[in-house]
T-cell receptor, first 113, second 115 residues
Framework: EAQVTQNPRYLITVTGKKLTVTCSQN?????MSWYRQDPGLGLRQIYY???????DKGDVPEGYKVSRKEKRNFPLILESPSPNQTSLYFC????????????FGEGSRLTVL | DQQVKQNSPSLSVQEGRISILNCDYT??????FLWYKKYPAEGPTFLIS?????DKNEDGRFTVFLNKSAKHLSLHIVPSQPGDSAVYFC??????????????FGKGTKLSVIP
């Protein structure tokens, strides 16, 4: 089954404790991206990757890191989480064309205390 | 600066009637427009799209209209069903540097279809 898998789905952590949210897709997509969804703000892009070893900042990259060492994986790293990073995070992937439909994961709800 | 705007945070429609969700954009470089649907506790899923060279695209009960001169698009759902109750995101795509493209989302409109 074609899917984008994120882990963990739910996480409560404390300020400053490094965490990683993993994302894996099995559709051989070149393009992968991370979004955060906040009330009243919709979906905002954090980082994206056009292919292996190619990453770029989205609209709200501050406080996040990503890596793309393999085509299928695109982890999101919070080196020192802060409460303003409490949010619902979505990973997405596509074939990377202008018209490419994005496939989303089910989301990871992160709470930073 | 919000490039894709959905000015109605919510919309309520009676079952069987038409739902019209609106979206405005400011960037004339957008080439492609998409609508995504999101249920609670799930990721968004693709619904329908339209190229900037067209003014209408239809898929079953869903039709998207594009008015380039007004920089406005709308999603029509006819007839509306209770299962259509969800948050609808409008998105626009523009080509960026080095062959990349950027997808910009609106804030979403929560549609409630009342039985």
């Amino acid at each position: 089954e074609a899917q984008v898998t994120q882990n963990p789905r739910y996480l409560i952590t404390v300020t400053g404790k490094k965490l990683t949210v993993t994302c894996s897709q099995n559709m051989n997509h070149e393009y992968m991206s991370w979004y955060r969804q906040d009330p009243g703000l919709g979906l905002r892009q954090i980082y994206y990757s056009m292919n292996v070893e190619v990453t770029d900042k989205g609209d709200v990259p501050e406080g996040y890191k990503v890596s793309r060492k393999e085509k299928r994986n695109f982890p999101l790293i919070l080196e020192s989480p802060s409460p303003n990073q409490t949010s619902l995070y979505f990973c997405a992937s596509s074939f990377g064309t202008l018209t490419g439909e994005l496939f989303f994961g089910e989301g990871s709800r992160l709470t930073v205390l | 600066d919000q490039q894709v705007k959905q000015n109605s945070p919510s919309l309520s429609v009676q079952e069987g009637r038409i739902s019209i969700l609106n979206c405005d954009y400011t960037n004339s470089m957008f080439d492609y427009f998409l609508w995504y649907k999101k249920y609670p506790a799930e990721g968004p899923t693709f619904l329908i799209s339209i190229s900037s060279i067209k003014d209408k695209n239809e898929d079953g009960r869903f039709t998207v209209f594009l008015n380039k001169s007004a920089k406005h698009l709308s999603l029509h759902i006819v007839p509306s069903q209770p299962g259509d109750s969800a948050v609808y995101f409008c998105a626009a795509s523009a080509r960026g540097g080095a062959g990349s493209y950027q997808l910009t989302f609106g804030k979403g409109t929560k549609l409630s279809v009342i039985p």
